[in-house]
Every structure is written in structure tokens, then in C-alpha cells.
């Protein structure tokens, strides 16, 4: 591995539009937002951790695990319809007034993918760092595949994407599909400041993961799947 220094962002607004205190809710006994926390901590490549989160609660949290928190996101960029690449800017620009040194690279973990560890995490860095990346995503492969996935149009409906030949039997579908499952994003810092996003089409790389480890908690069955997994173990 080289040089290069990690900040692992995690973002943990206080509001949420499906499950309220969803960063705070408990799955199996711990805080949602723990598990990234902890993932984080347990890198090998993450240099610095920072919460940006507007909920006084996540910050006592985030405390107690042994983060330092002496920011606190602005409400106007804590809202349902913030962008979360205003929130990493905010970051950016308010440690550099303060005349704190940023790291290269910036690691985007979601309290909402729990099952993400820190072997996920150093897989992702070690294979950024291998490719010379300038951003990586990290994708998972598609339960529901495209050519049974369909959309509607003005004149009825058809399939997302049609094989090169008639197929019925899924094992006999030749291409494989995949699906941003949101759980690691990276990009070095120059990257987004040009771009003003982590995914840039054709340029940004990837990093696989399983469909159990990919699950993204939004409703009350996610967290009942993640805690089937959970239970599940290895």
C-alpha cells in the first residue's frame, strides 16, 4: 500500500422520511450508525473518522466510541432534500478555515449499510490503490435480473433489457448485471472537486460485494433482514 491518507466520511442526519431515528435505531442491541462506526475503526487504511450529523444524540454516541466531534452538520444542509456532496464540501472547506490538513482520499460510508465491515472497506482501499483509481463504488450482482425487469411506456410495456437470444431458464442468461448498492464511496479529494460527485460513468472503478453484505437499510423489512443476517453469521 502506499502513502496515501483515508478520511472515512459518515454522514448521519438526524431526520429521516422512512423510519424515524433510523441512524439510532437499534439492530441486534446496537445503534444502526455503530456498525459503521466500528467498521471504520477496524481499518487498517482509514486515517481520520468523521461525523457530519445536525443530532446532538449521534454526536454523544459517536463520542462514547471514542470519535471527537467538534463538528456539527447546519441544519440547511441537514434536510430531506440536502445533497450529500454539499454536506462533503461543507466538511472540506470548514477544515481547511480551521487549518487542518485533508486527506487525499475521501471514503463515503452510509450508516445504512450495516453489514459492511472493515474487510469490505480495506478490499475497497486495496483495490483503489491497485488500480491507480481516482473514484470506486462499491457494487453488488442483481437479484432481480434486467431481462425479467420491466418498465412502462405510452404504449404499454417492455423489458429493461432483451437477450441476444431467447432464454427461459435464468441459469442460461450469459450476462451478469450489477447494482450500486451504496454501502463504499471513494474519490480522492481533487477528483471530486472537479466533478462534484463520486461517479463519474466509464471512469469511476468498482469493488464487489455479496448481496448480504450490500443490504441498505430504508424500511422496517430491511432491518428485519439484516437482523436474519446478523443472526445468520458467516
Known sequence: MNEMKYLAFIPA??????????????????????????????????????????????????RSLGIDIPYKRPLELALDTSDIMDAVFHVIEWKQKRGEAICDNLVLLQPTSPLRNSIDIDGAIEEFTRKNSKSLISINE?????????????????????????????????????????????????????????????VTDVYLMTQEKSIDIDETLDFMMAEFYLHAGP
Open 13 to 62: 442526519r438526524a431526520g429521516s422520511k422512512g423510519i424515524p431515528g433510523k441512524n439510532k435505531k437499534l439492530l441486534g442491541g446496537k445503534p444502526l450508525i455503530q456498525y459503521t462506526i466500528e467498521a471504520a475503526q477496524q481499518s487498517k487504511y482509514i486515517n481520520e473518522i468523521f461525523i457530519s450529523t445536525d443530532d446532538d444524540e449521534i454526536i454523544l454516541l459517536s
Open 142 to 202: 442483481m437479484m432481480e435480473h434486467p431481462y425479467e425487469c420491466i418498465k412502462f411506456t405510452a404504449r404499454g410495456w417492455q423489458f429493461l433489457e432483451k437477450p441476444k437470444k431467447k432464454v427461459i431458464r435464468r441459469q442460461d442468461y450469459s450476462e451478469k448485471y450489477y447494482y450500486i448498492n451504496g454501502a463504499i464511496y471513494m474519490a480522492n479529494i481533487e477528483f471530486l472537486r472537479e466533478n462534484k460527485a463520486f461517479i463519474v460513468e466509464g
